[in-house]
């Protein structure tokens, strides 16, 4: 019994204890905080304000760089439908679904947006965030407090709330509160009369539409531009090009774009670097926006006298002209013409804009596919060659692999005689020569020579590709003496505008390029080593005459076997 005694009166001790500890802590607690009774601020992670989207009607942000008002609007909520899609419907008694079209979800919308680029996504972040302002330390108010103190009284940067139930809520945000690190401010509910400690919400209290807008400048994408125009202060000739799109055969998606220089002259124009260029304008993004108050900001920035000026249109004739100035660090300022917006982009974004103007055409004076040329003939001011040429193209290949004969060879021939020689390197020398003739690039334009004038001069080089194909045309090329560095090239009876390189045909570019006259002279040389046999129509037909297959008879007769 006596132990039944004292472990009775234990218990009762440690019941005494714990009911004096949560006493303690219930009314103790807050006298023995190891807080001064002098100091003013309290830990408190209660919200400034938190409101619910629906039960606002308007925020309206001010501060020295304007007003920003954002009213709210009730819109259906998709996301939430297919939500309650894929979690399953509660069925009625009939069976059918109940579709509940009282879904929504409040967005908010820009008020008399200043600029068109507005991005609807920062819009609704920016009310968002607004809803709620958390703060991480409260400021004691007592009675002698003065709010001026704290920036509150003069400032200028305010929220204000306006609520479907009429009430008026604002927020005032004050000075930066010292030693509570950088981005901290003092910030003040009217209504609750409660001055706290904020860091969250100062930078969207100090927006402004500038910063609502989006990053991209181009809203198309590059397969629906049509037409460019570059225009630059050291270029003679304003660039245009024309673009084609082209498409896959097997899924009749867009595969590219095909480009045509049609000014300053009507030339193939370089799609790898004019799709470059395009790609490049509509992926540019703004690292930052600035107001065009006057024409002094255009000067400041260099976009009174840009450096670029290129222009895009898209399929539904809208036009639009990027205007590239001055440089500094590591940005660009930009504008479009007629904005009152600059803008800056990152130094690297746009490269191709910088090209030189030839490198937008295709250099190739002629780019003939030897598989569709059935004659060649080169004049030269000493000598002629004109060469047979048969090279299968893929369909006759196929077509006699299906007919069971071998794979048909390729047969060349210069001024009568067999030409298909390999060096000791293996170099196929009149693959080599053929290189050097579609090897001769544009090197300039020249529009200041009347056109007549040079017609009328002789010809020192002449190519002629005559093709074997029916529907496609014949290529002439004519090389007329313009100074001592450059020929004119006349391309089917029409001055094209353009000059080439003399060295084309005299010098040796490489091992593989040496050349025009060193080309046909490398081939000459090695049939001579050769002695190559003399090649007349019949034999040429010969040549190229179809082989049967024996291996591909025993597949076929093992097969119907």
């Known amino acids: 019994m006596k132990k039944i005694k004292n472990l009775i009166i234990m218990i009762i001790v440690l ?66 439908s297919k939500s309650s899609e894929t979690e399953g419907t509660t069925l009625p008694v009939t069976g ?78 004050g000075d930066k509160a010292p030693s509570k690190g950088v981005n901290n401010h003092y910030i003040y509910n009217h209504n609750t009369k409660r001055l706290a400690i904020a860091s969250a919400v100062v930078d969207q209290m100090l927006s402004s539409q500038l910063d609502l807008l989006n990053e991209k400048i181009f809203n198309e994408e590059a397969n629906q531009i049509t037409k460019l125009v570059l225009e630059r202060p050291n270029d003679k000739y304003k660039l245009e090009a024309e673009s084609k799109k082209i498409f896959n055969e097997e899924t009749g998606e867009i595969k590219t774009l095909e480009w045509t220089i049609i000014n300053p002259v009507n030339w193939k124009g370089n799609n790898t670097n004019l799709n470059n260029l395009i790609n490049q304008a509509l992926e540019l ?53 007629g904005s009152n917006l600059a803008f800056t982009f990152a130094n690297n974004s746009l490269t191709n804009i910088g090209s030189k103007q030839m490198d937008f055409f295709d250099n190739f004076v002629a780019l003939v596919n030897i598989e569709n040329v059935g004659e060649l003939t080169l004049k030269t001011p000493d000598q002629e060659y004109v060469s047979r040429i048969y090279y299968p ?38 693959s080599r020569y053929y290189q050097t003739l579609i090897g001769v690039f544009i090197n300039n ?16 080089f002449t190519i002629n590709y005559k093709m074997r194909h029916k529907g ?28 080439c390189l003399k060295a084309d045909f005299y010098e040796s570019k490489s091992i593989r390029s040496p050349g025009v006259l060193n080309g046909v002279d490398q081939l000459i040389k090695e049939m001579d080593k050769q002695n190559t046999e003399a090649v007349d129509e019949a034999r040429f037909n010969e040549l190229k005459e179809l082989i049967p297959d024996p291996e591909a008879k025993n597949t076929s007769e093992s097969t119907n076997k």
Do not use: C, H
């Not at 007592?142 to 704290?150: I, W």
């Not at 020579?449 to 001069?457: G, N, P, Y």
């Open 15 to 80: 019941v005494v204890l714990i009911a004096a500890f949560a006493l303690w802590k219930l009314f103790g607690s807050n006298n023995n905080s190891g807080e001064s009774e002098t100091s003013n601020t309290s830990a408190k992670s209660e919200a400034l304000i938190s409101l619910n989207a629906k039960d606002v009607n308007k925020i309206e942000i001010k501060n020295e760089k304007g007003t920003l008002t954002l009213d709210s609007a009730q819109v259906s909520d998709e996301s939430e």
């Open 96 to 173: 059918s679904a109940k579709e509940d079209a009282n879904k929504t979800k409040t967005t908010w919308k820009l008020a008399n947006p200043e600029y068109p680029n507005v991005s609807q996504e920062k819009v609704e972040k920016l009310g968002n965030i607004l809803l709620t302002i958390s703060t991480t330390e409260d400021i004691n108010l007592s009675e002698g407090t003065n709010l001026a103190d704290y920036g509150i009284e003069d400032s200028k940067v305010e929220v204000n709330y306006s609520l479907k139930s009429g009430e008026k809520v604002k927020i005032t945000l």
């Open 285 to 337: 993004k703004a690292t930052k926006y600035i107001a065009i108050n006057n024409k002094e900001d255009l000067a400041k920035y260099g976009l009174d006298k840009s450096q670029y000026k290129l222009s895009l249109n898209n399929e539904n004739a809208e036009e639009k002209t990027l205007l590239v100035g001055s440089s500094s660090n590591n940005e660009t300022y930009a504008s479009f013409e």
């Open 393 to 430: 193209t893929t369909k006759e290949t196929d077509e006699a692999k299906e007919k069971g004969f071998k794979k048909p060879e390729a047969v060349y021939t210069l001024n009568g005689r067999y030409a298909f020689v390999k060096n000791d390197k293996d170099d196929n020398l009149f």
């Open 445 to 460: 334009i020249d529009l200041d020579v009347d056109a007549a004038d040079v017609l009328s001069k002789e010809s020192i």
């Open 472 to 499: 496609m045309s014949d290529v002439t090329l004519e090389f007329k003496e313009r100074d001592d560095r450059t020929f004119y090239i006349v391309k089917n009876g029409e001055y094209t505008g353009f000059y």
